[in-house]
Structures are given as C-alpha cells and as structure tokens.
C-alpha cells in the first residue's frame, strides 16, 4: 500500500486515523484466510467487531511512501482474537507504527457475541500455529500512562533546627 496525498494532515504527515485505515486493510485481508472475509456476513449472518485497540506511532510516514502491514494472531478463544500489527516502510523496513487489537465476534442479526464456528475455529487455530513460530512481540500487553516524576527526598533535618 502507499500514503495516499488526502490522508496527509496538516502537520505534513499521515494522520493517525489513516495508520487505522491501513490497520484495518491489512486485518479484513489476512482474516479473509480463516473464512473471515467479505462474504462472511452474508453467508453466515455473523461478522468481527474491534473491541480494543492500542495504537503505537514509532515514525512518522508522508505522503506517497510505501508501506507493508503485518498481523500477527496472537491467541483467539471461541468468541475473540488478539492480533497484534506493525505497519512498516515497504521498502526500507523500519517500523512505523504498532498496534494491538482484541476482537469480538458477533451475530449480526441479535448483534451480539456469539461463538465462531467450528470450521472458523479450526483455521483459527492453524494460523495461530503458524503464527505461533514468530517472535512474541516486545510491546505485547503494553499500558498506557504517565511515570511519576518524584523523587523520595529525605526532609532537610537542617531546616527544623
């Protein structure tokens, strides 16, 4: 894929809603390979929401660089998947952004959640096999928040004297 100039904001780079836009290209074409495609709503009344997300922005992109997104499934259970994403200059390899995401299957009609199938499952389970052989990401499970800046200080035990 490539930055697209509409997706340039006015800082002069990609806008963090468009690294989602490229999150999400990659997610719907990977999940296509366990059954989890375009037709799945209409052949099964069924689809994947997102639940969860955790985006990291490593390096900025601009405008026309390509890219290359990877989708690591992490572990799924018979409601959810957690896969984990890096979006990564195409051509020069340094990674970009990151980003985790836990997500929800869901009935479409009582919208809501509700087992895979058997069969969805089952491909599930191969591609977290293979999966399985990667590297477990470093910023896996990461949090988000501010260290405390304090320090311990001892009192002055001049100063009440």
């Known amino acids: 894929m490539r930055v697209e100039p509409a997706w340039i904001?006015?800082?002069?780079?990609?806008?963090?809603?468009y690294y989602i836009v490229l999150f999400d290209r990659a997610v719907d074409e990977a999940f296509a390979l366990t059954g989890l495609g375009p037709d799945y709503i209409a052949t099964?009344?069924?689809?994947?929401?997102?639940?969860?997300?955790h985006?990291?922005?490593?390096?900025?992109?601009?405008?026309?660089?390509?890219?290359?997104?990877?989708?690591?499934?992490?572990?799924?259970d018979e409601k959810r998947i957690h896969a984990y994403l890096?979006?990564?200059?195409a051509t020069e390899g340094w990674i970009s952004a990151t980003c985790e995401k836990l997500f929800l299957h869901v009935d479409m009609t009582e919208r809501r959640v509700v087992p895979f199938p058997e069969d969805i499952l089952a491909n599930l389970a191969a591609m977290k096999a293979e999966h399985g052989r990667l590297p477990r990401p470093a910023g896996l499970?990461?949090?988000?928040?501010?260290?405390?800046?304090?320090?311990?200080?001892?009192p002055d035990e001049t100063a009440s004297q």
């Open 9 to 17: 904001d006015y800082n002069g780079h990609l806008n963090m809603a």
């Open 44 to 53: 099964r009344g069924c689809s994947y929401f997102t639940a969860e997300i």
């Open 55 to 76: 985006a990291v922005y490593r390096r900025e992109l601009t405008v026309d660089q390509p890219v290359r997104v990877t989708v690591q499934l992490v572990d799924h």
């Open 86 to 89: 890096e979006i990564r200059h």
């Open 141 to 154: 499970g990461r949090s988000i928040g501010l260290r405390s800046r304090a320090v311990d200080k001892q």
